[in-house]
């Protein structure tokens, strides 16, 4: 079997963030007209035909649209193929108990927290059961608190599902973490804290606050319209995004995209 310290072989931590994939328990099934394992299956490939090697996948939420045993067993299957580290976090359509289930063969798990050349991930679950919206309880920033002051020395990235900053869709920034400022107020405390990366908003985004980058990433699957009011889809493809954290503490990123664009797409939201 693989493990961590085999796979540490440069200075640079070299992460694939993957989100939002909406597995359905048939995988020739479809959400809004799109098949979604299939395109998980192709941004996957996509992603290690571009770069190769990855230190750490993380897949931030909404792994599931049916969340049951056959859609995480897809999901499963394709990971531990890679012998690659693997943490899952759940997203408002997950099952996070049937998770912690399914992922949970030592490289592929939900672990909560990771320190991986010189840098420090913690995985924070803002899933509200029952909503769309998200929010983080006070044991989620306890345990963040703790992470951050036993590790002072170590920079950190903190992945969560829900976004915490606008993304000026109306729509979509009723469903942020209820409670961003706290969660905010938290991380601003602690220096060592470079970046919060999160899934949940399906487009890109890129902002900073009070030193933190905060970064949100496309689905594997369909795309929202940026700036709309109302639930809108996009027709930019699926994607993925590329993280090289440095020792020093530097943070280089991009999202890349399958070619094309997406066709066929449904506007009659009933399902998702």
């Not at 469903?175 to 961003?180: D, G, L, P, T, Y």
């Not at 602690?190 to 949100?216: F, S, Y």
Request: proline share 3%; with cysteine; aromatic share 8%.
């Amino acid at each position: 079997m693989t493990t961590l310290s085999d796979r540490l072989t440069t200075d640079c931590l070299s992460i694939l963030q993957l989100t939002d994939l909406h597995i359905l328990a048939n995988q020739d099934a479809t959400l809004l007209g799109v098949n979604t394992a299939y395109y998980f299956d192709a941004v996957l490939a996509a992603a290690f035909a571009q770069h190769r090697n990855f230190d750490l996948i993380l897949l931030t939420g909404d792994l599931a649209q049916d969340p049951v045993v056959a859609s995480y067993r897809h999901i499963l299957d394709k990971l531990q193929a890679l012998a690659i580290p693997c943490i899952c976090l759940p997203g408002n359509h997950d099952d996070s108990a049937l998770m912690q289930q399914v992922f949970n063969t030592g490289l592929i798990s939900c672990r909560k927290q990771l320190i991986l050349k010189g840098w420090q991930i913690i995985s924070l679950d803002s899933q509200v059961p029952g909503s769309d919206g998200g929010y983080l309880h006070e044991a989620e920033l306890t345990f963040l608190a703790d992470c951050l002051c036993s590790h002072a020395g170590q920079y950190t990235l903190v992945a969560v599902h829900h976004h915490c900053l606008k993304t000026d869709s109306l729509w979509m920034d009723k469903m942020m973490i209820e409670n961003s400022e706290q969660f905010l107020a938290v991380a601003s405390q602690h220096p060592q804290v470079k970046l919060v990366v999160n899934g949940h908003i399906h487009q890109i985004m890129d902002k900073a606050i009070a030193g933190v980058r905060v970064l949100g990433t496309p689905s594997t699957c369909f795309q929202f319209k940026p700036g709309s009011r109302e639930f809108e889809l996009d027709t930019t493809s699926p994607a993925y995004r590329y993280l090289q954290l440095h020792a020093d503490g530097r943070i280089e990123t991009d999202v890349f995209r399958l070619p094309g664009q997406l066709t066929g797409l449904l506007t009659d939201t009933e399902g998702y």
